[in-house]
């Protein structure tokens, strides 16, 4: 079992002690893995959900290949590029760029998520996945109705990038090592400070352009969530809305499970 903490924009912490210290610290973002590497909030940050610990139990990693032929290491070179400009998109806070390096499951996401937060009912709200309802809360907590509809998903994502919403602190310190190309899918390896992480990038080719998939660390990220908080009896609401308060400063308002758009 490996352990990741993820570090926010405040200075509260906690420690949450189940055999392996579980530390919640509410600073500067980040990932911990405990076990041996350091690995940065990035990926989640980059779906910009306001995560706070992940402990990872991590089933055996598929080795990254290096290319073996010609047209695989022309896409190893192309896919090293699209990671190279999202990162320096991220870096200089360039929404319109950033959003061009990513896959489109990433867009349907973010489009999915706005809609909820427009029109999901408390029920429907309640019902969804512990990672979906913290996206669907924070874009209600951080959005005013107007500024939410006037978005398109691509525009959202964009936005979110231009606001500094991604911490740029973890993005310098991680690069991408060795890659494998099947098809039009690719993975890369994992680097942060100069160690590899049992984690890969997805990518995959849509229209003939490499696209970065950000969608396979969230989903790892929320069963990995929803088994720390069932373990320590924590509510995974109450969390929500603490983890929500310590990012922003402002405390969630009653209203947050309404839907942004009068019934």
């Known amino acids: 079992m490996g352990l990741i903490v993820c570090c926010l924009q405040s200075s509260t912490s906690m420690e949450i002690r189940s055999g392996v210290e579980l530390r919640i610290c509410l600073a500067p973002n980040r990932f911990e893995f405990m076990d041996s590497a350091r690995i940065p909030a990035f990926l989640l940050r980059l779906l910009w959900l306001p995560v706070v610990a992940l402990p990872v139990w991590y089933s055996s990693t598929t080795p990254v290949a290096f290319a073996d032929t010609p047209a695989e290491a022309a896409d190893e070179a192309l896919v090293r590029n699209t990671f190279r400009e999202y990162k320096s998109a991220i870096l200089q806070a360039r929404g319109e760029t950033a959003v061009r ?144 308060e310590s990012v922003t400063g402002k405390k969630p308002a009653p209203t947050i499970w309404d839907p942004l758009l009068p019934q």
């Open 101 to 244: 390096q990513v896959s489109s499951h990433t867009i349907d996401y973010y489009q999915q998520m706005k809609d909820l937060a427009l029109k999901g009912t408390p029920a429907h709200v309640h019902g969804l996945k512990l990672m979906d309802r913290l996206m669907v809360l924070s874009l209600r907590h951080r959005m005013t109705l107007q500024q939410l509809q006037d978005l398109s998903a691509p525009e959202l994502f964009s936005f979110a990038v231009d606001q500094g919403w991604i911490g740029k602190e973890s993005v310098e310190r991680l690069e991408i090592g060795a890659i494998s190309i099947n098809g039009d899918a690719a993975k890369g390896e994992y680097i942060f400070d100069g160690k590899a992480a049992p984690l890969h990038f997805s990518f995959y080719r849509e229209q003939g352009e490499w696209r970065f998939d950000l969608l396979p660390v969230l989903n790892t990220g929320n069963a990995a969530l929803e088994e720390a908080l069932k373990r320590e009896g924590t509510d995974e609401n109450e969390f929500i809305l603490s983890a929500m």
